[in-house]
């Protein structure tokens, strides 16, 4: 019935009038003695306009004054019969009169018969009170207001509950992640490594049978894009088992105290219904080296880190709660975060190889109208080096180029462009005078002639000269299958190939241009690393020097010493000089040798501007000769 309602509980009906508190009163008490005061001070000198001593002094002698009231210093008085006082109609007036007044004035004061009232300059008791209580009242009503606002914000339902909540997102069921391994393609070894931690989850009672533990930890290492996370969330959709995810930068706050405080949350939740995942993404953002600054080490990271810490592998621990975490950074993680009992396994999701890189296609391109003329198979063998995120992102371009064309299935076009498209960038509005088209194509024929006709190279596929992203033009390469090292002929080879440019600039000008400097970048970060770190220079030996190597904390990178004396910094360094110039004198002898071939390309660069590979093989022709060197 309508007369049983009950109004809500969360709050005051609206037809209800708010109500004031205490503190409400306070304020407004003290804004009306205020208010009073200044009220009456108004008053009073509206009434009694100021007149200067000396003016007072000639009324009373004049005997114009008929009653004075002294307070202190303070005088205020009334005329027997209004005047015109210093240019103003005067009835009362008040006017200051010196602390020590002159015998005259009183002398004078009772000769005229003024009748004289002298009163304290002291408040009265109330007064006093009142205002020597207001500035209490103003500060304490404001300091009560405040921290009652402050806590309606920190309070769930105001605009900074957010601080005080939990922030990891739970998933009970498999059916909410909606991801399980049979998604993920590729990453066998990986997938083999988390499905034992699902099955210990699942059947716990067969992995203690022999005494055995599962591991506490479990951090996934790899480059970014390689699908850490999505090995997480299949981890989730596959264990059955309450799984908790949250990043690690969300446990950092501006509040000292709540990074700690959201870690005790997050593993007292997980506590209560193990066994059960936690998975932190970005592990590395709460988790670096701890004393790695220069202001200390009292910091709300630090306080979060040993929480973190605690909870993992200290007194209360409980083997029934897993950890998973994801990172591209290990190399800035605290030692104490991946000892054993904390991080026991390390499972390095690195990028996939050809037929992962096929499978990942397949998955991507599922359900996409793919067109006769595509190959996944070629596509796969194109994109050495790509990730997981970058073959979805290949597809994705491809079919935004199908759709661009108006066509109404995906072709080897596409995925061509959307390569280029993510390889090379975007086509730049540059327009190139004729002068400089030549030397692009001069340039860039250097570099496809050196690498035709040098042995241990990657084949060419393509050369342009069409300025994409921040290139003018490009020679590209591609690898006949994929490669984990690296031999020392081949590396001279490639540092040929970069030096192929320049060496074809001086050889047609006599000079280089500046369209050199990242050849010139890549080629000296090669010969460095070929002489300090991979022990192919007879003259430093098979040794390592991390010289130039970067550290990821400045605190550590200013108090470490590196151990190298300058004599042998200065010999890395003509060793570099020495390979860098050896390849560009071999780079000048292949073109000089091949200098019609060469001449050739350049001209049928600067009439298509691209060259695809079955072209150039026409232009170049045989192999058979080689450089001098070879």
Not at 153 to 177: A, N
Not at 284 to 299: I, P, Q, S, W
């Amino acid at each position: 019935m309508a007369g049983n309602e009950t109004p809500p509980k969360d709050g005051p009906l609206k037809d209800q009038p708010p109500r004031l508190s205490w503190v409400n009163w306070a304020v407004l008490g003290a804004l009306l003695v205020g208010l009073y005061g200044w009220q009456m001070f108004a008053t009073n000198r509206e009434a009694h306009p100021l007149i200067s001593y000396s003016a007072f002094y000639a009324l009373v002698t004049d005997a114009k004054v008929e009653t004075l009231t002294i307070r202190g210093q303070s005088a205020t008085g009334r005329l027997k019969v209004p005047e015109t006082v210093e240019g103003h109609p005067v009835a009362n007036f008040r006017t200051m009169i010196p602390s020590v007044p002159e015998p005259e004035l009183f002398s004078s004061l009772r000769k005229e018969g003024v009748k004289i009232v002298v009163e304290s300059e002291a408040q009265p008791a109330m007064v006093q009170v009142l205002l020597a209580a207001l500035p209490w009242i103003v500060i304490i009503g404001a300091w009560l207001l405040l921290s009652r606002n402050a806590m309606k914000m920190l309070s769930r339902g105001g605009p900074l509950g957010g601080l005080m909540k939990q922030r990891s997102h739970r998933f009970e069921r498999e059916s909410s992640v909606g991801v399980t391994f049979d998604d993920v393609a590729g990453l066998k070894a990986a997938k083999q490594d988390l499905r034992e931690i699902v099955d210990f989850l699942r059947e716990p009672v067969s992995f203690q049978r022999l005494g055995g533990k599962v591991p506490r930890g479990v951090l996934l290492v790899g480059p970014p894009g390689t699908g850490k996370t999505l090995l997480a969330r299949a981890v989730a959709g596959e264990s059955g088992v309450p799984f908790f995810s949250m990043s690690g930068s969300e446990f950092i706050e501006l509040f000292v105290g709540m990074g700690a405080a959201r870690v005790r949350e997050l593993f007292a939740e997980a506590k209560k219904v193990a066994p059960a995942i936690i998975f932190i993404d970005e592990i590395d953002a709460v988790g670096r080296a701890r004393g790695t600054g220069l202001g200390g080490g009292h910091d709300e990271r630090e306080q979060t880190l040993n929480q973190l810490l605690s909870e993992m592998d200290g007194f209360s621990r409980n083997d029934l709660t897993i950890v998973i975490a994801a990172t591209n950074r290990p190399d800035v993680l605290d030692s104490a975060l991946l000892r054993p009992g904390r991080f026991d396994r390390r499972v390095v999701v690195d990028r996939p190889e050809s037929a992962a890189r096929l499978s990942i296609l397949g998955v991507h391109a599922k359900g996409k109208p793919i067109g006769q003329s595509v190959s996944l198979e070629d596509v796969a063998q194109n994109t050495p080096g790509f990730s997981g995120a970058d073959l979805a992102n290949l597809v994705n371009e491809a079919a935004l180029s199908a759709t661009r064309r108006g066509a109404d299935a995906i072709e080897a076009i596409d995925f061509a462009a959307a390569e280029d498209k993510i390889v090379l960038g975007d086509r730049r509005e540059t327009r190139l005078d004729r002068l400089e088209k030549r030397r692009v194509a001069i340039h860039e024929s250097g570099h496809a002639v050196v690498a035709y006709f040098t042995p241990a190279t990657e084949p060419v596929r393509r050369v342009t000269i069409i300025p994409r992203g921040m290139a003018l033009g490009m020679t590209q390469q591609t690898p006949g299958e994929d490669k984990h090292i690296t031999s020392q002929a081949e590396l001279e080879a490639k540092l040929r190939v970069l030096m192929g440019g320049y060496a074809a600039e001086i050889l047609v000008y006599g000079q280089p241009s500046s369209g050199a400097e990242n050849d010139l970048r890549q080629a000296t970060e090669i010969a460095y690393r070929m002489v300090a770190q991979f022990g192919m220079s007879d003259k430093i030996g098979p040794v390592f020097y991390e010289h130039r190597a970067e550290h990821p904390f400045l605190g550590q990178r200013l108090a470490t010493d590196s151990g190298i004396s300058d004599l042998t910094v200065h010999a890395i360094e003509a060793e570099t000089r020495k390979l860098l110039a050896a390849a560009a004198e071999d780079a000048k002898v292949v073109l000089g040798t091949q200098r019609r071939r060469f001449d050739a390309l350049v001209e049928l660069l600067l009439v298509q501007e691209t060259v695809e590979r079955g072209e150039l093989e026409k232009t170049l022709g045989s192999k058979s000769l080689v450089a001098a060197y070879a």
